[in-house]
Structure formats: structure tokens, C-alpha cells
């Protein structure tokens, strides 16, 4: 299943239209069924403690609170009085009502229940009717530390406690000759699930077959995959132009690709092409909203040979379109492993970066492997192979 979340009036959409389809994506996760039980069984499906995570986009994030899941904890997320993002477990301490059905009322969070109000840090700071002290320890809430960044609203998914780093930064906002579109959506599948997806370049011969890739060429492509520590890279060496009407749009006259898919803890997928004077960088933040459900936060950003008011007609669509065919094979898969109920996943070489995606994610797990914030440190191994394409 695919939800797309939001589209604000710099995407195109109206900004009521985007207010009403926020709302629905808060909603949807209480419609969907969550099978969670059986997810302890899944390998994939992994705890990621001492990370950031995206909650939202900044736009979503209004005057009124909103509500989320991260890692299968419901959280409210609001704005302070000086406009800063705040997030709190979403549950009063006082009878357990969700604190996301209350009000944002001088900066703080007052349940809809009782009239109780916490501010960005969970204390209680008033309790209406009673005399003595508000603010006792059985009284907070735990919070969860927040950094508005890159035009996203990041959550650290440990509570109380101070981030040990920051979160990742997007590449080329803000940077002259480059243009951007961003779409947030939800997909039926685990955050190792989805980025090996965004990062498989087998799978685009045949389930977006004609949109980038056709049918294989008979070329011999030279694979290097390099991982260091949190992070593992796939370059694709010695590809022509693809025939495909996206590889058309970056270089009419042809030429050769260069190609880089990257995986960063705890889930961030990039796609990198350069193509002539065109440079396509697909960059999506994965969160798990449950185990089996991961929300993803993608900024598209292009600099191409031809004007984006010309190429972006056609390169959205073409892009919506094939991720609404990856969200249901994702969903497909997803429903097989709750049928199942464990992956029996058998690998090649082909497989570039999933099999070491997520044994770093399952160190992450473990707290023994960190996320990336910066540049990439000297890779600790490397291997190469060769593809047809």
C-alpha cells in the first residue's frame, strides 16, 4: 500500500489539499491492520536505538499537533513558542488519552481529556483545578529530541536522552543551478526492504521496463561495491545511455553513465546518476513508523541540460509512477512474509548492497554501528564483479 502524504503549494498542491491529505496519513496508520507480533520473527525488521529519524515534513507541522509512530511508539510532534518541533510520547500519564486529540495552548500541549498542559520537555506545567505542585516526576512525559533541518522535522527514537550526532544532511539544497521536488509516501514493508528496493538495479529492467531500463543490451558492467564504517556504495562502471524516456530527458545526445547507489544508517537510500551535463540525485530518509510500514522522505534534485520548468512535466509523473510500482511489489513482499512468517531470502552477487545493508543495520540494532553525518571514511572493504545489462 502506498500513501502519499503531502503536497504543499511549492509541489503544486493547493495548501487545503494538502492539510486534508495530512490528516488522512495521520489516520491511515490506525485503518491499516499492523501485524507486529510476527515481525520479531522477521530479520529485517529491525530496532534501531540512538538514530535520527525523519517525523515529518516542516510544511505538515502547523499550529495544531500531529500525530505519528516511530518504530511502533505513537508520538505527538508540535511547535513550541519560538516555532521549535517538540515531541512527546503520545499518551497523557494522567488516564492514557492520546495527547495528539489536544491543543497546542501558549507553546504547550494540553490534553483534550483533563485540560493537563506539558511543555517541550514532557513536565507537567499545569494541572487545572489543582492547587499544589504540577510538575512531579509520575507526571512527564517522556520526549524525544527534535532538529528542524534540510525542510524536515528529525526525531532521535531514543526518549530522554541527548543525540550523540546530528542528523544527515540532504545534498545540493540551496545550491545555484539546481532544482528540487520532494514527496513524502508510506510503503507496506520494512526500512531494509525499502531501500534495498531504491538501491536494486536488476529489478528496473522488468518492473519499470521502457521508463529507464529496457530489456538487457548485452553490456557488461563493472561493479564496485566499497563499505566503511555505517555506510556501504555501488558503482556501476562503463554504461551507455539508457534507452529508457528518463535517460532521453537527461541526455539527448547520449553518452555514458555515471551511476552510484549509497545506503546510509540508519536508512537513508541514494541514487546518484550523471549523465552529460545532467546530474539526477535521489535522496530518501526512511522511518519506520512499524516494522512492517516505513515512511519515506524523498527529495529529488537535478541539475539537467534543459530548463526544470520544461523537464519537470514529465520527469514527476514518471517518477510518482515508479514508485507507486515499487510500493506494491514492496506490499506483495510483505504479504508473503506474514504468510510465511520469515524471510527465506536467497542472494547473489547482483545484489550489491541489501545483504550489506542489513548487516549494518542489525549492528545499528546492536548500537555498534553509528550513522554517517558528514563525508564517507575510507572504505574498510571493497569487492568488484560484473552485471549485464
Given at each position: ?15 487545503t ?15 491499516t ?19 535520527w ?36 510520547l ?5 488516564r ?57 522535522v ?5 526518549a ?67 563499505q ?21 530527458l ?16 540508519p ?40 530548463p526544470?520548468?520544461?523537464?519537470r ?28 512468517g520469515?524471510e527465506?531470502?536467497t ?43
Amino acid at each position: 500500500m502506498l500513501t502519499q502524504q503531502t503536497r504543499g503549494p511549492a509541489d503544486g498542491g493547493s495548501s487545503t489539499e494538502a492539510v486534508k491529505q495530512g490528516r488522512a496519513a495521520e489516520h491511515a496508520m490506525d485503518a491499516t491492520p499492523h501485524q507486529t507480533a510476527d515481525a520479531a520473527k522477521l530479520a529485517t525488521a529491525v530496532q534501531l536505538p540512538h538514530q535520527w529519524f525523519v517525523a515529518c515534513a516542516s510544511r505538515r507541522l502547523g499550529k495544531r499537533p500531529l500525530r505519528t509512530r516511530l518504530q511502533d511508539t505513537p508520538l505527538v510532534v508540535f511547535r513550541d513558542n519560538e516555532g521549535r518541533p517538540r515531541a512527546l510520547l503520545d499518551r497523557c500519564p494522567h488516564r492514557n488519552v492520546p495527547l495528539s486529540e489536544g491543543r497546542v495552548v501558549e507553546g504547550r500541549l494540553q490534553c483534550r481529556y483533563h485540560g493537563w498542559c506539558f511543555d517541550g520537555a514532557g513536565r507537567c506545567r499545569e494541572v487545572p483545578g489543582l492547587e499544589g505542585e504540577a510538575d512531579l516526576p509520575s507526571r512527564r512525559v517522556a520526549s524525544h529530541a527534535t532538529l528542524e533541518q534540510d525542510g524536515f522535522v528529525w526525531v532521535w527514537s531514543t526518549a530522554d536522552e541527548v543525540p550523540s550526532a546530528l542528523p544527515f544532511r540532504f545534498p545540493h539544497l540551496g545550491e545555484p543551478g539546481w532544482g528540487h521536488v520532494r514527496r513524502s509516501y508510506e510503503v507496506e514493508a520494512t526500512v531494509h526492504s525499502v531501500a534495498e528496493n531504491a538501491l536494486d538495479v536488476p529489478h528496473t529492467a522488468f518492473l519499470h521496463r521502457g521508463l529507464f531500463r529496457k530489456a538487457s543490451r548485452g553490456i557488461a558492467l563493472e561493479v564496485i561495491v566499497r563499505q566503511g564504517p555505517g555506510w556501504v556504495t555501488a558503482e556501476y562502471v562503463g554504461e551507455p545511455r539508457p534507452e529508457g524516456l528518463l535517460g532521453r530527458l537527461m541526455a539527448p545526445g547520449g553518452g555514458t553513465v555515471d551511476h552510484v547507489d549509497r545506503f546510509f544508517v540508519p536508512g537513508i537510500a541514494q541514487v546518484e546518476y550523471g549523465l552529460g551535463d545532467g546530474r539526477l540525485v535521489t535522496t530518501s530518509a526512511l522511518t519506520p513508523l512499524t516494522p512492517l510500514r516505513t515512511a519515506v522522505h524523498t527529495v529529488v534534485s537535478y541539475r539537467l541540460p534543459v530548463p526544470g520548468f520544461v523537464i519537470r512535466p514529465f520527469v514527476i509523473p514518471i517518477a510518482e509512477h515508479i514508485f507507486r510500482q515499487d510500493a506494491r511489489m514492496l506490499a506483495l513482499q510483505t504479504q508473503t512474509l506474514r504468510h510465511f512468517g520469515r524471510e527465506a531470502f536467497t542472494s547473489t552477487e547482483l545484489d550489491a548492497i541489501g545483504p550489506i545493508a542489513l548487516r549494518l543495520l542489525q549492528k545499528a540494532s546492536r548500537g555498534s554501528e553509528r550513522a554517517v553525518e558528514g563525508g564517507l571514511e575510507a572504505p574498510v572493504a571493497e569487492k568488484r564483479f560484473r552485471l549485464n545489462v
